[in-house]
């Protein structure tokens, strides 16, 4: 185990808001399937939860969804790929071939859904034929098996030289452990290494939109000729990452391969987006430092909040690149930082740096920010600092009463860095009321910086002491 996986089992397992899993990859898992099989069906059953909007009405799906959720203990981000859009004529990309293909490059792991209760379709046949070509692990179900008597036809597929089919319902759950034991046993194997060893080395996800000049800044930050490419050892995904030394610094920027991969596939919009976020999660989930992209002269849209919500989800450091400045005037670039702040508001710490992939300008700065933003990421405060200033907060403001008492808050210690994440312990942690929470985090924004930073502040209760035990002083 390492050491940034104990995060996620430490005394914070227990709020209401976990910490991300460890900082290396979460193995991807894609559905893949026609429209109306149940693919929303299986996702919330899988992610254990019921928002999506399911509907009898093929093509429902239009919005992707993406979760992160975990069985027998093994964690994943879970995507629904949607279903193709059956309204769009170009048949390259209407045809399911292209979804399973989008699926099989991206994803770690693909459930490819049916549905029992009708015949298998041509489309189905021919994703079929192409999941069973690709070296990647793939799991046939067919769903709305509600009860043994639909297996039966369930085991349809066989006769396309499929191995294993898992019959399931999505919609009662009927399976549902079986496939999911298979899925998890597919991951690869959770290599025992620190991935942030090297304390110097800086380890960067560049994401952003489709357009936004991702490929730009990474030619102009590389340069074919510095690019050290290697293989990242522990995961079977082919992700191509670019180590490029810098004044004396070392950074590593993520999946360049995920980037640079272009034209590959037909670009339905909807599928560009997709291809987009994917990129996005799972070089986020290898990163320390998320940079989001943004192209000024479109504005700053909700696709971009989207991504920037992926990483701040996932707490990691965040910089915000206004790319193709030289696009925009001066004074217009005011206006454009305006509006991506209040597009981003959710992140109001994260520093924006105006730059032009094209001329350059703007991307020392780029990396000084990352530079800071990395530095507040992997700060420790000592206890003796934190319960000083601790004291002057409570000075200035105790915790309100709730319920006709006060909670009492007896010290602070930083539990984990990378992201920054501290323990406050008290006698009644559901006492402290959020206002209170997020009061506590200002504070310790404003005396100790975490520029570009998540904080995160968990309140537990103090141990009871067991018998006979002399009493700790705190
Ligand atoms: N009987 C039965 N019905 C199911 C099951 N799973 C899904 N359904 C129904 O099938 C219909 C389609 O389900 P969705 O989950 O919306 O299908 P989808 O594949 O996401 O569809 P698109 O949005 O068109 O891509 C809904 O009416 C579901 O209630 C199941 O296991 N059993
Ligand atoms: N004027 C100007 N154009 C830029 C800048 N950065 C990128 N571009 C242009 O914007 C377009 C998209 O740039 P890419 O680098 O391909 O964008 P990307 O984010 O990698 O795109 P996808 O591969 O589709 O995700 C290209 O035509 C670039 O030449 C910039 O700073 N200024």
Known sequence: MTKHRKATEGPQTKS???LPAGLSGLPIVAIVGRPNVGKSTLFNRLARRRIAIVHDEPGVTRDRHYADTSAFG????LVDTGGFDPEDTDPMRAGIAHHVKLAIEEADVIVFLTDA?????NADKAAIKLLRASKKPVFFAANKADSAKVDADAFELYREGVETVYPVSSLHGRGIG????AVVNAFPI???TEPFEDEGLTRVAIVGRPNAGKSSLLNRIVGEERMLVSPEPGTTRD????LVERSDRRYVFIDTAGIRRKGKVAKAESTVEAVSVLHAIRSIERSQVAVLLCDS???VAEQDAKILGLAEERARAMVIALNKSDLVGKKDMDGVEERAREKLAFAPYAPVVRISAKNGRGVNELFATIDRVKEAFTKRVSTGELNRFFA???ETRPPPTSGGKAPRLYYITQAETAPPTFVIITNAPDAVHFSYRRFVINQLRKSFGFEGVPVRVFYKAKRKRAKGEEEARE
């Open 16 to 18: 209401k808001n976990p």
């Open 74 to 77: 093994r964690r994943y981000s």
């Open 117 to 121: 209760t009708t015949s298998l379709t």
């Open 178 to 181: 079986d496939l999911e034991n």
């Open 190 to 192: 959770e290599e025992d």
């Open 239 to 242: 992700a191509i990452d670019a």
């Open 297 to 299: 002269s479109e504005g």
């Open 392 to 394: 002057s907060v409570l």
